[in-house]
């Protein structure tokens, strides 16, 4: 832009700001200069549109993937999910519809009091199909890929196969209608629909979240499965585990570098600049290694050796150990002696602190972490282990994230008899675990008495 005299006015650092026009978001820095004994204001304009929907993306990715792995009423979950998809990409609604054994699509997951509001929704869907309509979610089954209507409401309402759904759509506002597919082990299980206001579409990077997010709602439909298959809670929670860690950990790293990958293929058609594709490589070849890294520690702490080997304390060392040298906090574990404590206590404790440092790490903005193992002093012959942080705290009473990681800790400690504590503020984060589980050495004498 011309630089505009702006006469009194004193040069100073750039100012930077943001303004949003419909779907676009312009950031502009204002800078100030003397020349010429005169001030000149220069601003500069640059669309952050694709950074900002970038972001948006990422951190509905984060919040799903932080509550997907835990067991629950499948609507329950992709409800959540739908949720955050209208949060993410500012569509009028979304909905999750699943294929039940007779090969019909039912509605399992929705935005509350948002179209389709009719609880018949997926039976008038059927008698569509019974009258020949063209379902768009027989196209993407049919290809496996997303199918997006323009102006698909309009078609509905001209078309008399469609009958069944003309009295809701004809009061709705939609206007466009992206189908997605839910494919799990190779086969389309159900869709995902997202209704979108006229002059509101999906961009280009909304599709691509919406095929990611699909993929976490069959990962949510096989969880499901899994755990009606399970016989026991000790397998239910070890399965939670390992699925949270691989959409807490690896699964981010992979959907950020798919995004990547997309920016950099942009990049490339739109001819950018070398400096741009040269920092989108290094941020690919970042995340690349830290998804490595990431599930090697992940492997590494599924069956972990020092707790079998060296007992909690050596295990605990060992953990904060690899902790520390892959992120560089600085972790410290205070214990005077390795306590006689049975099997299962030191399993689950082990368990406790392990995601407690997970969450310290993800959420916490810390420096440094002490972990404490002693004697319980106020219920003998107990244990107590205290994990301090010096984070940014939270509300425990608000949802946040890594709050499903608390509630899986006080399960823990809830199956062996003890108890959990989080308490936090500005500042820090303690969480304090107590077991009362008789130790090995007082079992033996108790056995006797």
Excluded at 113 to 120: M, N, V
Excluded at 145 to 154: D, E, K, Q, T
Excluded at 315 to 341: C, Q, Y
Aim: aromatic share 4%; glycine share 8%; charged share 25%.
């Amino acid at each position: 832009m011309f630089p505009a005299p702006v006469d009194g006015a004193p040069p100073g650092e750039p100012v930077t700001a943001e303004l949003v026009l419909g779907n676009r978001v312009l950031q502009h820095v204002t800078t100030t200069a003397r020349v010429d004994g005169r001030s000149l204001r220069m601003v500069h304009f640059r669309d952050v549109s694709r950074d900002r929907e970038h972001e948006r993306h990422l951190a509905a990715f984060r919040r799903i993937s932080a509550g997907i792995a835990f067991a629950g009423p499948l609507p329950t979950v992709l409800d959540r999910l739908a949720a955050e998809v209208q949060r993410a990409t500012g569509m009028l609604s979304c909905t999750f519809m699943l294929m039940d054994d007779d090969g019909r699509l039912r509605r399992t997951g929705t935005v509350d009091g948002a179209y389709p509001i009719c609880p018949d929704y997926a039976e008038r869907l059927e008698q569509c199909r019974a009258l020949g309509a063209p379902l768009l979610s027989e196209s993407a089954f049919r290809d496996r890929r997303p199918v997006l209507a323009h102006g698909w409401r309009r078609r509905v309402l001209a078309d008399p196969r469609f009958a069944p759904l003309h009295d809701i759509a004809r009061d709705a506002s939609w206007s466009t209608l992206a189908t997605v597919p839910v494919i799990s082990r190779g086969e389309p299980i159900g869709v995902l629909n997202g209704f979108y206001l006229a002059g509101a579409e999906p961009t280009r990077g909304d599709i691509p979240f919406l095929s990611a997010i699909a993929d976490q709602a069959a990962v949510a439909v096989e969880n499901a499965r899994l755990v009606g298959e399970l016989e026991s809670r000790a397998a239910v929670e070890e399965r939670h585990l390992l699925a949270r860690e691989l959409h807490d950990s690896v699964n981010q790293a992979l959907f950020s570098l798919e995004l990547q990958v997309g920016a950099l293929e942009l990049g490339l058609q739109d001819g950018a600049q070398p400096e741009f594709l040269a920092q989108r490589i290094t941020q690919i070849r970042e995340l690349t290694e830290s998804a490595h890294s990431e599930m090697r520690a992940m492997l590494s702490a599924l069956r972990p050796a020092g707790l079998r080997d060296g007992g909690l304390v050596h295990a605990l060392r060992a953990h904060a150990a690899e902790v520390s040298a892959r992120v560089g906090l600085e972790i410290t574990v205070d214990a005077a002696d390795e306590l006689a404590l049975t099997p299962v206590v030191e399993e689950q404790l082990f368990w406790v602190v392990r995601e407690a440092l997970h969450n310290v790490v993800k959420h916490a903005d810390a420096g440094s972490v002490r972990v404490c193992v002693d004697a319980d002093p106020d219920r003998p012959p107990g244990v107590r282990v205290t994990v301090t942080d010096d984070g940014k705290g939270f509300d425990p009473a608000s949802a946040q994230p890594g709050h499903l990681g608390f509630e899986s800790m006080a399960e823990r400690m809830a199956q062996v008899g003890g108890t959990l504590e989080v308490t936090s503020r500005s500042g820090g984060t303690v969480v304090c675990a107590r077991a009362p589980g008789l130790l090995r050495g007082q079992a033996a004498t108790a056995g006797t008495r």
